[in-house]
């Protein structure tokens, strides 16, 4: 199992067409195999900043939601909103080792 967390800094002028792309890829994102939680959050003290929680099965699998359409329009769409380029960091996952346990 695997998590990315995508740090996203968005014009603040953006910050609402940002949420709205990025909640559509996030049900999207949630229907696919091997997806475990694909959360979008904001960082409390400063609304222009945002991170994607994206939690799957294998290195595979969440290389293989980059590929998807919803992916791809939300890339193109949100590119322009951003502040500065995106970074995603991977971890691996500790606990809960079982992905029933998600």
């Keep these: 199992m695997i998590v990315t967390c995508v740090y996203v800094h968005v014009k603040p002028d953006d910050i609402t067409r940002f949420i709205d792309a990025t909640a559509a890829n996030h049900l999207e994102s949630l229907k696919e195999p091997g997806n475990l939680r694909f959360d979008l959050i904001q960082q409390a003290d400063d609304p222009t ?54």
């Excluded at 949100?78 to 809960?96: L, N, T, W």
């Design 49 to 102: 900043q945002f991170m994607i929680y994206e939690a799957y099965e294998s290195e595979t699998i969440a290389a293989d939601h980059r590929t998807t359409a919803h992916y791809l329009k939300w890339r193109d769409i949100v590119q322009d909103y951003m502040a500065q380029p995106r970074h995603g960091v991977k971890y691996k996952i500790i606990e809960p080792n079982d992905s029933s346990k998600w």
